[in-house]
């Protein structure tokens, strides 16, 4: 039988993260795969002896966290990560998401990203700040090139607030896009498994122009066209992904690409379209591992 860990942050604190992981094992075991739930921190790699050395034996791993070292490690003991840690490292930055995908057919917003700086003294030029302004016009979205559920994500309405934001981020990799305003507080999230679509929904937050589940937006049940499911299936195929939940924008019906995320939550999800997410990926994972196996 393979064993397998499902593996989750050392300092997690979401409720949804702990449910997110317990649902994968549920899930797998009922496939007659083994699975534990594995916090990062657990000493399950380290460099001994001038090899990577893995503590205990595993097969596969459910990596549900974005440290960028340990998923190497692992992958370099030969465990079969899900996804593997390439995939998880660019979708991660959110600027190294957009350089993947530009060039592959797909609609992006504007993006322009800003030069990391070192100086903790130092202060944003008001011609970059006026040059981000002219590029992309306003207002814009300025973002943290790390982060999730929406976090330091800033809608900025003029050249003012922008230059505020820009200092408040500038020793932290970040980047502005334009601002794609058709619905505001508005985006489809389609959940994709082994390169198919598998589930999707709207979300809407009436307060805020940032949809996400953890800033107050909700699920809703949608009839989505094809053209947005191809455009989350194409993402998918382009980084590499085995699971992830792709946001979409829409402008006058056309799918633009606002995110990609490899560790996406599914319990909303789960919850509006009663589709079992984490029962799809689970099969997804038993039949990489069989057809592995067999190779």
Known sequence: MKKGIILVNAYIRSEGAFRQAERMKEELMRLGVQAEVEKNGNFLCSVKNGHIALARQTDFCVYLDKDKYLPRMLEKCGVRLFNSAAAVEVCDDKMLTYIALAGEGL?????????????????????????????????????????SWGM????????????????KFRLRPHLFQKYVAAHRGEDHRVIVIGGKAVAWMKRKNDKDFRSNIE????????????????????????????????????????????????????????RVTGVNIAGAYAEHIAACLKCEKAE
């Open 215 to 270: 800033c107050g937006g909700h699920g809703y049940r949608e009839d989505l066209s094809s053209v947005f499911l191809r455009t989350a299936e194409r993402c998918a195929q382009v980084l590499g992904l085995d699971y992830c939940g792709v946001d979409l924008l829409d402008s006058d019906g056309e799918p633009v690409v606002c995110e990609v995320n490899s560790n996406a939550f599914f319990n909303e999800a789960e």
């Open 107 to 147: 609609a992006l917003p504007d993006t322009v990203p800003a030069p990391l700086c070192y100086y903790a003294d130092a202060k944003i030029g008001a011609e970059f700040v006026r040059g981000v302004g002219e590029r992309l016009g306003y207002p814009l979205v300025a973002k943290e090139s790390f982060g």
């Open 152 to 167: 330091n994500v800033e809608l900025l309405g003029d050249e003012r607030a922008l230059a505020e934001t820009a200092e």
